[in-house]
């Protein structure tokens, strides 16, 4: 069986967005597979102790702009600092993008459309048209997934990825659990490849 990174996301958080496609890609070089989790990060931040955006101090909303600016900067990544349709309601793009791992589809591209979405696009991924069409053009069936989206057990496993979650002790987007151990936020990401190349032997 092969190796797995847990990814624990958010779909509409720049930090999220920052690393996805190098974490997909990271996987990809190193042969690794990824169990994409979509999460309800507001039951998370009840439990940890995090703030919703809003709610945090104005030096804390002050900062997290120049560090968005940083990283798009170091990456290159197109983002629009303060996006049209943000906050967005994120719950059925979750549990569409639910309902993609639970038939083994390709939930990084479609969560990777969604994201770039709200970041670089100025796209409302709360309103179900906008949705549909991310989901097409993701090469997936909207009308299918619209629906599986709805279904009780997709609800079922959306709550059960917040509560695994909340057991693996994550308390932010995006988290990456490799082997036990956790690298929280994009900016991790170079740990863990280095814990991917030491596993490797390289």
């Not at 190796?3 to 509409?12: G, K, V």
């Amino acid at each position: 069986m092969t190796d797995q990174i847990t990814y624990y996301l958010s779909l509409q958080s720049p930090w999220t967005w920052l690393g996805h496609d190098r974490l997909c890609a990271m996987a990809s070089r190193h042969g690794v597979g990824i169990d994409l989790r979509a999460v309800d990060f507001g039951a998370v931040f009840a439990q940890s102790g995090g703030l919703p955006l809003p709610k945090r101090a104005p030096q804390r909303q002050a900062y997290r702009l120049v560090e968005l600016e940083r990283w798009r900067t170091r990456h290159d990544v197109p983002l629009n600092i303060h996006p049209k349709f943000f906050p967005a309601a994120e719950s059925l793009a979750a549990h569409v993008v639910t309902a993609v791992t639970m038939s083994g589809g390709n939930a990084e591209k479609l969560a990777g459309l969604i994201l770039k979405a709200v970041w670089a696009d100025d796209r409302d991924i709360g309103d179900e048209t906008t949705l549909r069409q991310i989901i097409s053009e993701a090469g997936l069936d909207a009308e299918e997934l619209i629906t599986a989206a709805a279904a009780p057990e997709t609800e079922e496993a959306w709550q059960q990825n917040t509560a695994r979650a909340k057991d693996d002790g994550v308390f932010g987007a995006p988290s990456y659990i490799y082997k036990g151990e956790m690298f929280w936020g994009q900016d991790r990401l170079e740990f863990l490849e280095s814990k991917l190349v030491e596993e490797a032997g390289i």
